[in-house]
């Protein structure tokens, strides 16, 4: 049985991603440039710093990574406060998680600041044990050392955790720290090839997941 769920936050908690993608959208269109879902799908899982040094090096630029991310996190905050919704069967499955005695944790990529925004928004400061973000690491996924830290802090075996993600760098960060992973593809993944994870779910309220949560 399991015994603690690390959840990813963006694209699997929140629908974030989508958020993402209009602030970057209208990053680049200022500077030219079109922000396809092929780069995003090459971005997902990285840390702030890495998107942009990763955005500069595909379209060739040396724009300063602060300034940056100084412009996209006004954008981001006014997108989040406003449009943001929780995903298909969050409440559900941290329901059943709790009935079950199951511990969990947050292991994100995104900096501190923005889940404490989300996870204040839907009134869930309290339900996780800790959250490992990605400005607690020094390499984003798929590097797994954002789950190693999460693993260490629970005090568990890595086997004994299920990391549930949307990315396909977010389940190879799971799979190379020695987790169990689940993943709920997204719109923007649908097209990954998921064959690694330990399951395939359609959202975080699918039933399968519990049975398999309570290794049945």
């Known amino acids: 049985m399991i015994q603690a769920v690390i959840f990813d936050m963006d694209g699997l908690m929140f629908d974030t991603e989508s958020a993402y993608s209009i602030v970057q959208s209208e990053m680049w269109r200022k500077r030219g440039m079109i922000f396809t879902n092929e780069v995003k799908r090459r971005l997902m899982g990285k840390r702030a710093h890495e ?13 300063d990574i602060e300034d940056l991310l100084r412009e996209q996190d006004v954008l981001l905050v006014e997108t989040f406060n406003t449009s943001v919704e929780k995903l298909k069967g969050l409440d559900d499955l941290i329901l059943f998680l709790n009935k079950n005695s199951i511990r969990k944790c947050i292991g994100t990529s995104s900096r501190r600041f923005l889940a404490d925004l989300l996870l204040k928004k839907f ?20 590097d797994p050392e954002l789950y190693n830290l999460c693993v260490l802090k629970l005090g568990i075996l890595p086997e004994e955790s299920l990391v549930l993600e949307d990315s396909l760098n977010g389940v190879k960060a799971g799979l190379s720290a020695g987790c169990k992973v689940g993943v709920i ?32």
């Not at 009134?123 to 798929?142: A, H, R, Y």
Request: net charge negative.
């Open 51 to 63: 998107v942009m040094n990763e955005l500069n090096r595909i379209w060739g630029r040396n724009e």
């Open 123 to 142: 009134n869930l400061e309290n339900e996780f044990e800790f959250i490992v973000t990605g400005d607690m690491v020094q390499k984003g996924k798929p």
């Open 185 to 216: 593809p997204s719109e923007y993944t649908k097209s990954e090839d998921f064959s690694s994870a330990h399951i395939i779910c359609d959202s975080l309220g699918d039933r399968k997941l519990k049975e398999f949560i309570l290794g049945n």
